[in-house]
């Protein structure tokens, strides 16, 4: 028993390591946590609360628990968006010890803490970030009956992100007599988007016509059916070791990443077959989410392999019952192998557009631009720039206007400015000419940021 618990213990604290190594170098920055981040610092220092939080897919907002918690977490460390980077390598500590308790497997627990896929996408916080707790507490609640921390769970998965449907599909296979407590949900779920459309005309009502609109232009995205295979097995192995790439909603890279050796998805299908036909919670949480791929795929929807990072937890139970099966020692070679392999591609991981970098351009454009009339451009694209304006509004210098501000200029505290500006800072990651004054210029990664007078 001594064994088994500093085992854990050991189990545990790699984990956190591989979570918050070079933290602030590799932390994920962008257009999704932005706007979350705007919403924590605006209720706190703007003393702006809010009824709703953000639109999903589909076109209807969300209620704004995820929006409240994070603005929480954030809180303590004035608002640094770094400060999720730390609370999401403790709350990985969660998922870790609940494979734990609920598969009461060692080598399931150590799969999914050095998993390159489980690593990488527990360091990511954003909506999708909680989704293996999620699926580990709506399997745990089944399994110990307890119908309150069930609709609970559910309730607070599915406000983070429409996606987590497939859990409460999932409970109506299983036993639907268990959401017995549905009517709270429910309640929980719709009073806040009811008192926001109350106050705005219905707006959420306006994004259900949208939605189906949308849909009716769609082409149907049949390739989603391939995506449970070929995702979870990146949970072995994964070559990509660019995070812009793996955490990106652009092509090419989306696409590219699905793409692993044709042998390794093929595996996956085996093992996901043979689950389907040993395990009945798994075989209903796979197929649940089979559904949901196809549903949302046929509707034309792209899909992206982070809907499925609440199946990984669940992945590395199903791997580790798979090695245990091995014969002799077969499956001590093959769990070394899994993670020597992606130990090896943790230690080749670069964020080129990494936090550290962005904090590192707005101290250096500061030195230029503060006390002056001025703004901030971009050239790229596919927001792997965005997140500068709210840096620089936390540095005190924010910009007169910026290319951010359609998205987000209902978010700062003072509108953008429509005054002609003294000085212009671009940033690219492009070759670039200005046919005006460039005053000073310098990389950070892969941005260059270009201070110029127009």
Same mark, same amino acid.
């Given at each position: ?5 500093? *085992? ?44 709703? !939080? ?17 603005? #929480?977490?954030?809180?303590? %460390?004035?608002?640094?968006?770094? !400060?999720? +980077? ?83 599909? %999932? ?15 429910? +309640?929980?779920?719709? /009073? ?30 049949? &390739?989603?059916?391939?995506? #449970? ?58 197929? &649940?989410?089979?559904? *949901? ?6 509707? !034309? ?12 937890? /669940? ?12 014969? *002799? =020692?077969?499956?001590? #070679?093959?769990? +070394? ?16 557009? !990494? ?25 790229? =694209? ?34 953008? =400015? ?30 260059? *940021? ?5």
């Amino acid at each position: 028993m001594k064994l088994r618990f500093w *085992g854990l213990i050991a189990i545990l604290v790699l984990a956190l390591f591989l979570r918050w190594h070079r933290l602030e170098d590799w932390f994920h920055f962008t257009m999704d946590e932005e706007l979350i981040a705007w919403r924590s610092w605006g209720l706190f220092n703007l003393r702006r609360p809010f009824l709703i !939080g953000g639109i999903s897919p589909l076109q209807v907002h969300l209620p704004p628990y995820f929006y409240y918690f994070s603005a #929480l977490l954030l809180w303590p %460390f004035q608002f640094d968006p770094l !400060g999720w +980077g730390w609370w999401s390598g403790l709350f990985s500590l969660v998922t870790v010890y609940l494979i734990y308790r609920y598969s009461r497997s060692l080598t399931a627990s150590f799969l999914y803490a050095v998993s390159l896929a489980a690593v990488v996408f527990d360091r990511h916080y954003w909506p999708l970030f909680f989704n293996p707790i999620f699926t580990l507490l709506t399997l745990w609640s089944l399994k110990q009956n307890r119908p309150l921390v069930l609709i609970l769970t559910l309730t607070a998965a599915v406000t983070a992100d429409p996606s987590n449907l497939t859990l409460g599909l %999932f409970v109506l296979f299983y036993n639907w007599r268990v959401l017995k407590y549905w009517w709270l949900g429910a +309640g929980l779920f719709l /009073v806040p988007l009811l008192a926001f459309d109350l106050r705005h005309n219905w707006q959420n009502f306006a994004g259900i016509s949208r939605l189906l609109a949308n849909v009716a232009d769609k082409t149907p995205n049949w &390739s989603a059916l391939l995506l #449970l295979p070929q995702s979870l097995s990146r949970f072995w192995y994964t070559a990509q070791t660019n995070l812009i790439e793996i955490y990106s909603y652009c092509q090419p890279y989306a696409q590219v990443r699905l793409r692993p050796m044709l042998w390794l998805w093929l595996v996956a299908l085996l093992v996901i077959i043979y689950t389907v036909l040993k395990n009945r919670p798994f075989r209903l949480l796979i197929a &649940s989410y089979f559904i *949901g791929l196809a549903i949302f795929g046929g509707f !034309g929807f792209p899909v992206f392999d982070h809907y499925l990072t609440g199946l990984l937890p /669940v992945w590395a139970i199903i791997t580790a019952a798979a090695i245990k099966r091995l014969p *002799g =020692k077969i499956g001590w #070679l093959v769990l +070394g192998l899994l993670a020597t392999v992606n130990l090896y591609q943790f230690s080749r991981l670069e964020n080129p557009y !990494g936090l550290k970098y962005k904090k590192e351009l707005v101290k250096w454009a500061n030195q230029y631009l503060a006390g002056s009339n001025w703004e901030l451009e971009s050239i790229s =694209k596919c927001h792997r720039e965005n997140g500068l304006r709210y840096l620089f509004e936390l540095s005190g210098n924010p910009p007169a206007k910026s290319f951010m501000d359609g998205n987000f200029s209902w978010l700062y505290p003072l509108p953008p =400015k429509k005054t002609a500006v003294e000085k212009l800072l671009t940033l690219t990651d492009k070759p670039f000419i200005s046919v005006n004054q460039i005053v000073a210029e310098k990389q950070f990664g892969t941005l260059t *940021g270009y201070i110029i007078k127009p």
